[in-house]
């Protein structure tokens, strides 16, 4: 059974800091990982993907992977009001065919 | 990003039911995906479709469900017998680059 856990939150941070995410999976065999940001009653929406080990930046958002402790997180930088949402960690094991595996997702609240 | 509509956006059936979710890519893909997102709960994989056949599935994705491409453009969900916990949004998703997944708006079913 494949497994993503990520801590619910919320997880309030005040604007203009670093917002820290994490998550967790339980497949080693896990190859592509994916941050989703999702606002209520929209759908998800892409932020960043990773595959090696190490950091990826993209703008304000850094995803960091670690396969040896199975961890994946995403850091959001400069964080602002709108960035208040949802975030949404998902791995894959395979390729196009496979579906992605979520967590439930992370609540995540700027303050200004 | 790619453009893709969901029909219709709200659902509302009585129990027992069929209903047909539908997915409009605005052009040609690989892989095409549903999910399902009961409300408060996270986002659950149903099914892959590749060149018009079922190419991964969960166990969610029992025989009350099937998928279509009927001509070619609509991506088809149907329910043939709605239960009450089918209650959910419902998201088509199409395969981009790099095992990479763009969710289109959703559709919410809500079955009485």
């Known amino acids: 059974q494949k497994e993503v856990e990520q801590n619910s939150g919320p997880l309030s941070v005040p604007e203009g800091a670093i917002a820290s995410l994490n998550c967790t999976y339980s497949?080693?065999?896990?190859?592509?990982f994916f941050w989703y940001r999702q606002y209520s009653g929209k759908s998800p929406e892409l932020i960043m993907f990773i595959y090696s080990n190490g950091d990826k930046e993209d703008g304000r958002f850094t995803a960091q992977l670690n396969k040896a402790s199975q961890y994946v997180s995403l850091l959001i930088r400069d964080s602002q009001p709108s960035d208040s949402a949802t975030y949404l960690c998902a791995v894959i094991t395979g390729g196009g065919a496979d579906g992605l595996t979520f967590g439930k997702g992370t609540h995540l609240i700027i303050q200004p | 990003e790619p453009e893709v509509t969901q029909t219709p956006s709200h659902q509302v059936t009585q129990m027992g039911q069929e209903v047909i979710l539908r997915c409009v890519p605005i052009s040609n893909h690989l892989y095409f995906y549903w999910y399902r997102q009961i409300l408060g709960q996270k986002v659950e994989f149903l099914v892959s479709f590749y060149n018009n056949e079922i190419s991964e599935k969960s166990e969610i994705f029992d025989d009350q469900f099937s998928v279509e491409r009927p001509d070619g453009s609509n991506f088809t969900l149907k329910i043939r017998s709605t239960k009450l916990e089918d209650s959910a949004m419902y998201f088509c998703?199409?395969?981009?680059?790099?095992?990479?997944?763009?969710f289109g708006p959703g559709t919410r079913l809500t079955v009485l």
């Open positions: 497949d080693r065999g896990s190859q592509s």
């Open positions: 998703a199409l395969w981009l680059e790099a095992d990479t997944q763009y």
